[in-house]
């Protein structure tokens, strides 16, 4: 009898063990997400296209769909649930009225490519998770400058698909009435070849150029020991300098011949008198001229060549003495014409041929003027470089084609080691402002519909506002520098989510990576090969509420005022001055990663 007992007791805690995990089954069944090939990709679904470094925080943000609870990440290559979650329980709203919600994976950190997927919803783009997420990337953003040489034809050993026959020798450049001096007359014909290409026009910039190469030479400068050994596949790779700076150097040897070798004051710009078509480069031929001196220009060469001067002494000794005699010479220059500013309007109601391309018209350089006393002084040590600096202001603005004060702090703050003779107390109010704009920065975050330092400001999504999320970001990197404190690295890496998907658009904004980028881009080497795809590695300028252009946009609410047409040169050019800190920023990471 007892035996009996004994065996209805087990066959009933069998049936009871097996009853319980047949509705566990049923009830995960139902709570998970169904997943298969055909579930289709839902754009309120925002993240980084691209993907994640194992130990970052890992976040999508999810727009609308209020009833929806959790979330499953997708192993695309094992067709495998590998995390799931729940969505955040606080709703913010974005800038145009949709709720948002954050998922958040930071905890699942397998390397390897996935999908998000929301139940009963849609899934995400796809993207990956690897400790050199972004290392393709920040090539690119390299890469693409040497897309945008002048005077050269590019082979398809470097180019691929995007070879190109030779635009724009510039051997035979004549002096612009605005720009003749004792040295140089009227009509004159000189050479001026080499250079980057400014943004989607042809021309030669050097206000702009300016604030790139000065971006480009502070990355180096901060990670030396990677470019080292960074491959561009560039035409001089494989020689005794890296290859950063082997791009760097064919726009400085365009900027040294910018320069009048008579007074040492240095062109405004090397352009046509208007804007070319939509050709290719070679079809280009207009005359070009060099345009009107002014202050700005000359400081800002006077930085930059101080700051080659350098760098390059290690690698191209002989450049580096020309650098800083072309530095010197052209801060002479500015010291003896404070004021020479550049008024196209002006200029073109005295001289003929009117020209009317971009301006880069500044009416205070005051800023320049820092950045090239600060390069100046670290370079030099001499002291009369230091005395524009005593008195100079200190509060922080994020550094733009016009505004390059902080390029000079951020090398004083590089070399603070090595200068004794700064006054620790400057130097400390430096690093204070420093910080105190990068906590500025992340304050707010949480209440943005993306949760960026981007977006909490509406008044940061100006013409080019992808650049100021990159400058953002490379203060944020910066701060981090000074203090090793993780909150500031996941600030630069929100913004660099932002660029790549995580935003009102949906778009990453740069071409050729992700899986929604820019097709059209307002760019004259693409427009011309319109059977191509794009060429990759340019950060197309974005969300613009200005709207100048005046194309068709979806919307007209700050960060979501994009479109992506040829014709818009106000939301889809790209721009060197953009590309720069968009490089620094991806390679950075790459190389603090």
């Known amino acids: 009898m007892i035996k009996k007992l004994n065996i209805n007791l087990v066959n009933e805690m069998r049936y009871t063990y097996i009853l319980t995990f047949s509705l566990l089954i049923i009830l995960w069944s139902c709570k998970a997400p169904m997943v298969d090939e055909s579930l289709p990709v839902d754009e309120s679904i925002r993240l980084n296209q691209l993907g994640f470094y194992p130990d970052q925080d890992k976040r999508a943000v999810i727009l609308n769909h209020g009833e929806a609870e959790d979330f499953a990440v997708w192993d695309l290559d094992n067709k495998d649930i590998v995390y799931q979650g729940e969505l955040s329980k606080e709703v913010t709203g974005t800038l145009s009225g949709h709720t948002s919600r954050v998922a958040d994976f930071s905890a699942f950190s397998q390397v390897g490519n996935y999908v998000l997927v929301l139940n009963g919803v849609g899934k995400s783009h796809p993207f990956e998770i690897h400790p050199q997420i972004h290392k393709k990337l920040g090539k690119a953003s390299i890469k693409a400058f040497y897309y945008q040489r002048s005077g050269m034809e590019l082979d398809k050993t470097h180019a691929g698909i995007w070879a190109r026959q030779l635009g724009h020798p510039d051997d035979q450049v004549m002096v612009h009435p605005s720009a003749s001096s004792d040295s140089r007359k009227v009509g004159e014909l000189l050479s001026s070849p080499k250079g980057w290409y400014d943004a989607g026009d042809y ?150 041929p009117d020209v009317v391309t971009g301006t880069y018209g500044d009416h205070n350089p005051a800023d320049e003027r820092i950045w090239a006393a600060s390069e100046l002084f670290i370079t030099t040590h001499n002291l009369i470089y230091w005395d524009e600096l005593i008195d100079a202001d200190q509060s922080f603005k994020l550094p733009s084609w016009n505004q390059v004060a902080w390029l000079g702090y951020y090398s004083l703050l590089r070399h603070q080691d090595n200068i004794t003779l700064l006054p620790q107390e400057w130097m400390a109010m430096l690093k204070i402002n420093l910080l105190a704009a990068a906590r500025n920065q992340l304050e707010g975050i949480d209440a943005t519909g993306f949760h960026t330092p981007m977006e909490t400001e509406v008044g940061n999504f100006i013409w080019g506002s992808n650049a100021v999320a990159a400058n953002q970001g490379m203060l944020l990197l910066y701060a981090y520098r000074q203090t090793n404190e993780p909150v500031f690295l996941e600030g630069a890496l929100d913004n660099l989510d932002y660029l790549l998907g995580r935003n009102a658009t949906g778009y990453s904004y740069v071409t050729g990576f992700g899986s929604k980028t820019p097709l059209h881009p307002h760019h004259r080497l693409a427009e011309s090969r319109p059977d191509l795809p794009p060429l990759p590695g340019f950060l197309v300028g974005g969300p613009n509420p200005g709207q100048q252009d005046g194309c068709t946009y979806i919307s007209s609410f700050a960060d979501e005022s994009y479109t992506d047409e040829n014709c818009s040169y106000a939301s889809n050019e790209i721009a060197i001055n953009w590309n720069a800190p968009f490089a620094y920023l991806t390679n950075s990471l790459e190389a603090i990663k």
């Open 203 to 352: 021309n030669k910039y050097i206000v702009n150029s300016g604030i790139t190469v000065g971006t480009l030479l502070s990355l180096f400068e901060d990670h030396p020991g990677y470019f080292q050994k960074l491959d561009l596949n560039i035409p001089e790779s494989g020689d005794q300098v890296p290859d950063l700076l082997d791009e760097i150097r064919w726009n400085l040897d365009w900027m040294i011949t910018m320069q009048d070798p008579g007074d040492g004051g240095v062109y405004h710009k090397l352009t046509t008198a208007r804007f070319e078509g939509m050709v290719e480069p070679h079809l280009a031929v207009s005359q070009r001229y060099v345009v009107a001196k002014s202050t700005t220009a000359t400081l800002d060469f006077a930085a930059v060549m101080a700051q080659a001067s350098r760098i390059y002494k290690a690698y191209l000794p002989e450049e580096s003495v020309m650098y800083l005699k072309a530095a010197e010479k052209a801060w002479s220059w500015a010291k003896q014409n404070p004021d020479v500013l550049y008024k196209q309007n002006e200029m073109n109601m005295v001289f003929d």
